[in-house]
């Protein structure tokens, strides 16, 4: 089954603890992205990925880090989480290449930073 | 600024009925619009999409109309089911830009009553 795969589903921790957000697609897609949902919002871009080792700020990179070593994945990473990353977090992958192709996203990650 | 909108946040139908949702944006550049549907504790799901060189996408119970002189989008539903109850989120793109960056609005939910 084609499907965009993020882990952990949940999670609390505290403030400055790093932590990794992992996502992994098994479409073979080369466009890969992170967006963060927030009430009132709506879903706004963090980081996106065009293919392997090339990866660029989206709207709201600050405190965020990315990396794309291999096709398939595409963690986030927060190395010192603070309470206003607290959000439901989407990853998406795309077909890259072709013209006007969705995205598709992932279930989310719901973090919870205290 | 908001690029994309969604001025309804809910919509009640009743089984059976259409449902109409609309979406207005501000962006000239954009070209690609999708519609993507949400159930609670899943990420969104691809539902339709259209590109600036047409006024009409159909598949199924779905459509979606494009007037780009107004800069509005609109989703039909017919007829519509109970099980199309979820939050719909309108987006948009610049197929020719850099990053395929979705601009999502900031959703309607829209409840169809048995």
């Known amino acids: 089954e084609a499907q965009v795969t993020q882990n952990p589903r949940y999670l609390i921790t505290v403030t400055g603890k790093k932590l990794t957000v992992t996502c992994s697609q098994n479409?073979?897609?080369?466009?890969m992205s992170w967006y963060r949902q927030d009430p009132g919002l709506g879903l706004r871009q963090i980081y996106y990925s065009m293919n392997v080792e090339v990866t660029d700020k989206g709207d709201v990179p600050e405190g965020y880090k990315v990396s794309r070593k291999e096709k398939r994945n595409f963690p986030l990473i927060l190395e010192s989480p603070s309470p206003n990353q607290t959000s439901l977090y989407f990853c998406?992958?795309?077909?890259?290449?072709?013209?006007?192709?969705?995205?598709?996203f992932g279930d989310g990650t719901r973090l919870s930073i205290l | 600024d908001q690029q994309v909108k969604q001025n309804s946040p809910s919509l009640s139908v009743q089984e059976g009925r259409i449902s109409i949702l609309n979406c207005d944006y501000t962006n000239s550049m954009f070209d690609y619009f999708l519609w993507y549907k949400k159930y609670p504790a899943e990420g969104p799901t691809f539902l339709i999409s259209?590109?600036?060189?047409?006024d009409k996408n159909e598949d199924g119970r779905f459509t979606v109309f494009l007037n780009k002189s107004a800069k509005h989008l609109s989703l039909h539903i017919v007829p519509s089911q109970p099980g199309d109850s979820a939050v719909y989120f309108c987006?948009?793109?610049?197929?020719?830009?850099?990053?395929?960056?979705?601009?999502f609005g900031k959703g309607t939910l829209l409840t169809v009553n048995p």
């Open positions: 479409m073979n897609h080369e466009y």
């Open positions: 259209i590109s600036s060189i047409k």
């Open positions: 998406a992958s795309m077909r890259w290449g072709q013209l006007n192709q969705p995205q598709h």
């Open positions: 987006a948009a793109s610049e197929s020719g830009g850099s990053n395929y960056k979705l601009t």
